[in-house]
């Protein structure tokens, strides 16, 4: 079975910083990709960045982009979002998501998702 478990959402001032890591459990063995999404307040959810399996190539939303950084630990079945310079728009519920399938930011390729984790920027 698997399970995909986020942390190190929080509050935060404009301007700051988090890092939101996603642990994964399970057979996660053939997972091609893992991606973070976003859903704020009256939103869809959004995907955000994504990276493939072994830490190769990235995407990543325009409106995080020179912000956000993502990255993944095969070792240590762990994700990574390391996001700077945030902005009250970036708040949202965050989900660490996974899939077999090719690596985007379309929400509806993405099979095994996380519970989520509130970050708020205040303003």
């Known amino acids: 079975q698997v399970r995909l478990v986020e942390s190190g959402g929080g509050s935060v001032q404009a301007g700051g910083s988090l890092r939101l890591s996603c642990a994964y459990f399970?057979?996660?063995?053939?997972?091609?990709?893992m991606a973070w999404f976003r859903q704020g307040p009256g939103n869809e959810r959004e995907g955000v960045a994504a990276v493939a399996n072994g830490g190769g190539s990235t995407r990543y939303a325009d409106s995080v982009k020179g912000r956000f950084s993502i990255s993944h630990d095969n070792a240590k079945n762990m994700v990574y979002l390391e996001m700077n310079t945030l902005k009250p728009e970036d708040t949202a519920v965050y989900y660490c998501?996974?899939?077999?399938?090719?690596?985007?930011?379309?929400?509806?390729?993405?099979?095994?998702w996380g519970q989520g984790t509130q970050v708020t920027v205040s303003s």
């Open positions: 399970g057979y996660t063995y053939y997972f091609n990709c």
């Open positions: 998501a996974a899939t077999y399938s090719a690596c985007g930011l379309g929400a509806s390729t993405y099979y095994y």
